[in-house]
């Protein structure tokens, strides 16, 4: 059974740092591309960052140059390292898989989610 389960949420002041993880299980990551979407208070879920199979990354323009995804296929593990956090970044963020090795069409399975607040 695929599951994908984020951690690593938390309270932050602007201009700080978090480090979301997703463990992945139920299937080989080595074939498939993963990524991390948000849904901001108010606002439709919308997607964030992108990692194919290979490694190649892609960012949303709200974000880039402050986040940076990675992946640990032996580990099964994708992480999402936020630097510069800003309070519009608050929202709910959810490590998702896409049935494809390139972050193309939609995410075919999701995380619970985890919630990340920034404020003063």
């Known amino acids: 059974q695929v599951q994908l389960v984020e951690s690593g949420g938390g309270s932050v002041q602007p201009g700080g740092s978090l480090k979301l993880s997703c463990a992945a299980s139920?299937?080989?990551?080595?074939?498939?591309?993963m990524g991390w979407h948000r849904q901001r208070p108010g606002k439709e879920r919308e997607w964030v960052a992108g990692i194919a199979s290979n490694s190649v990354t892609t960012y949303s323009d709200s974000v880039k140059g402050r986040f940076t995804i990675s992946r640990d296929n032996g580990k099964k593990t994708m992480d999402l390292q936020m630097n510069n956090l800003e309070p519009e970044d608050t929202a709910v963020y959810y490590c998702a898989r896409y049935y494809s090795a390139t972050v193309t069409g939609r995410p075919d399975y999701w995380g619970q989610g985890t919630q990340v607040t920034v404020s003063p």
């Open positions: 139920g299937f080989s990551p080595t074939s498939y591309a």
